[in-house]
C-alpha cells in the first residue's frame, strides 16, 4: 500500500524558515517524479513544486521561487520542502504527491501557519 | 499559466441522479508526448484529496464505475451516473501538461 506522511509544520513567524520532509513507503520512490501541493485554509489546491525521478529536474510556481527548494534522498525514500522567507500567504496545508503530471497518491498533510 | 475553468461552482443533487462537472483549459491540453495529462480529483470534507481519474478517462482502481471522465483539447467533463451520499465534497481538475501545472477552482457537490 502506498503511503506518504508529511511532517514538519507548524507555526512560523513571517520571514522565518521551516523544512517539510515526506515518508514514502509502499513503492519504488526513486523511480516516481514527486510534488508538493497546497491548500490554504477555505481555499483549492495550488501546485507548489516538483521534482524528476533523480532530482535533475525541478519546477516552481512563482510565487515561491527564490524562497522554496525542493529536493529529495532517494536512499531514504524522502521528499524534502525547505521553505524560506515566509510569508502569511504561504499559509497552507502542504500535500506529498507521487507523480508530476497525474498526482496518483497524496499525503495527509502538514498544516504550516506563518503568523506573529 | 494555463487556467482551468471548472463549473458549475456548485452542484446540488438528488440522490440516485445523474451530475456532470465541466472542466476547460485556456490552451490545449495535448502533450507533445502525446498524452492529455487531465486529471480529477475528490476531497471529502476533512480529508486529503484523492484521485479519480487520470489523463481524461482512466479510472483509478478501487474507484466506482459510476464515475467517468471524457473530453479533448480543451474540453473535460466529470460525470457521475447515480449520485450517492458518499460523493459529497469537492472535485477539482488539474492539467499536467504545462508548467506550471494548475488546478481549476474547484465544485461544491451536495445533497438536495
Known amino acids: 500500500e502506498v503511503q506518504l506522511v508529511e511532517s514538519g509544520g507548524g507555526l512560523v513567524q513571517p520571514g522565518g524558515s521551516l523544512r517539510l520532509s515526506c515518508a514514502a513507503s509502499?513503492?519504488?520512490?526513486?523511480?516516481?517524479?514527486m510534488t508538493w501541493v497546497r491548500q490554504a485554509p477555505g481555499k483549492g489546491l495550488e501546485w507548489v513544486a516538483n521534482i524528476k525521478e533523480d532530482g535533475s529536474e525541478k519546477y516552481y510556481v512563482d510565487s515561491v521561487k527564490g524562497r522554496f527548494t525542493i529536493s529529495r534522498d532517494n536512499a531514504k525514500n524522502s521528499l524534502y520542502l525547505q521553505m524560506n522567507s515566509l510569508r502569511a500567504e504561504d499559509t497552507a496545508v502542504y500535500y506529498c504527491?507521487?507523480?508530476?503530471?497525474?498526482?496518483?497518491?497524496w499525503g495527509q498533510g502538514t498544516l504550516v501557519t506563518v503568523s506573529s | 499559466d494555463v487556467v482551468m475553468t471548472q463549473s458549475p461552482l456548485s452542484l446540488p443533487v438528488t440522490l440516485g441522479q445523474p451530475a456532470s462537472i465541466s472542466c476547460r483549459s485556456s490552451?490545449?491540453?495535448?502533450?507533445?508526448?502525446?498524452?492529455?495529462?487531465l486529471n480529477w480529483f475528490q476531497q471529502r470534507p476533512g480529508q486529503s484529496p484523492r484521485r479519480l481519474i487520470y489523463k481524461v478517462s482512466k479510472r483509478d482502481s478501487g474507484v466506482p464505475d459510476r464515475f467517468s471522465g471524457s473530453g479533448s483539447g480543451t474540453d473535460f467533463t466529470l460525470k457521475v451516473s447515480r449520485v450517492e451520499a458518499e460523493d459529497v465534497g469537492f472535485y477539482y481538475c488539474?492539467?499536467?501538461?504545462?508548467?506550471?501545472?494548475?488546478f481549476g477552482g474547484g465544485t461544491k457537490v451536495e445533497i438536495k
Open positions: 504527491v507521487s507523480r508530476r503530471r497525474t498526482a496518483e497518491s
Open positions: 488539474m492539467q499536467g501538461t504545462h508548467w506550471p501545472l494548475t
Open positions: 509502499g513503492f519504488t520512490f526513486s523511480t516516481y517524479s
Open positions: 490552451q490545449s491540453l495535448v502533450h507533445s508526448d502525446g498524452n492529455t495529462y
